[in-house]
């Protein structure tokens, strides 16, 4: 009796408590998250990317590009090329500098030039600074890129109303941090198809070239890109929790099935011929 009384306790309780270590741990591992949460600066809590795909942007908001001229961002989408587009500032100490480093260095794999199958449009969210120095950062970064002056990246400067226009469309969410003198900005490519439309984000100070490649692709509605860039697309799907491409099972059995097909077809066609030609030496025998 008392024996069967301890199994039933252990029964009972071992369960019990092996819920109540894994309820603990489970605490143990969001305390860290929870202190991280209010050890965040209140500036950067209300910085962000709200993502709206698919929504248009007004085209008709005017900017001043790297030259002085006087510029609407329609003219970047007039003849159906897709406009990878980023938001920085010029005299950003850190992030603007990574973030345009690292797209430099994307777009020198890619290989393909700015203005062939796509433009770039980088737009200051300071409404203070001035032509001249989009024009030295532009300097800058077409030297990092080795691929000449006449590349197709623009660099504007705007005003706080047609700048705050733009990001409120694009869900780009920033503020002016007033201790550092600072903006306070998340991280982001956008990519803004012919028609005016938000068609994709990707995340990060990271752009590796095939993300861009896959972008550029599908922001161009399938004008840019060869059908081997399309066929490869296929396989790979874009994650909007992480902003970037990933593989697809799906589209990775399609291909291999192609393949294979394919293969199949090859050796049926090579057999038909091995046997039409043995027919036709036992018919001249």
């Not at 709206?52 to 159906?80: C, E, W």
């Amino acid at each position: 009796m008392i024996a069967t009384h301890v199994n039933y306790r252990a029964h009972i309780v071992g369960p019990a408590f092996a819920g109540l270590m894994v309820f603990v741990a489970l605490f143990a591992a969001l305390l860290p998250l929870a202190a991280a949460e209010e050890q965040t600066p209140e500036v950067l809590r209300t910085v962000t990317i709200r993502e709206k795909l698919g929504d248009d942007i007004d085209l008709s908001r005017a900017f001043t590009d790297h030259t002085g001229a006087p510029v609407t961002l329609a003219q970047y989408v007039a003849d159906g090329k897709p406009v990878l587009l980023t938001l920085n500032y010029y005299e950003c100490p850190m992030l603007c500098t990574l973030m345009l480093n690292s797209l430099v260095r994307g777009v020198s794999e890619l290989r393909w030039k700015p203005g062939d199958r796509y433009r770039m449009v980088t737009i200051s969210i300071d409404p203070d600074e001035t032509p001249a120095l989009a024009a030295a950062k532009r300097a800058s970064h077409l030297t990092m890129l080795g691929m000449g002056d006449d590349v197709d990246w623009s660099f504007l400067v705007g005003t706080k109303e047609n700048i705050d226009a733009l990001a409120n469309a694009i869900g780009f969410e920033y503020t002016f941090d007033e201790k550092t003198a600072q903006y306070a900005h998340p991280a982001a490519l956008f990519f803004i198809s012919r028609s005016g439309k938000v068609a994709r984000y990707l995340y990060g100070i990271e752009y590796a070239a095939r993300d861009l490649k896959f972008a550029i692709v599908e922001t161009s509605e399938g004008r840019a890109g060869s059908p081997i860039d399309k066929l490869i697309l296929s396989c790979f799907h874009y994650d909007s929790t992480v902003g970037a491409y990933g593989p697809w099972a799906m589209g990775a059995m399609r291909l291999g099935g192609g393949a294979g097909a394919t293969l199949l077809a090859l050796f049926l066609f090579v057999m038909w011929r091995r046997e039409s030609r043995s027919r036709r030496m036992e018919g001249l025998a």
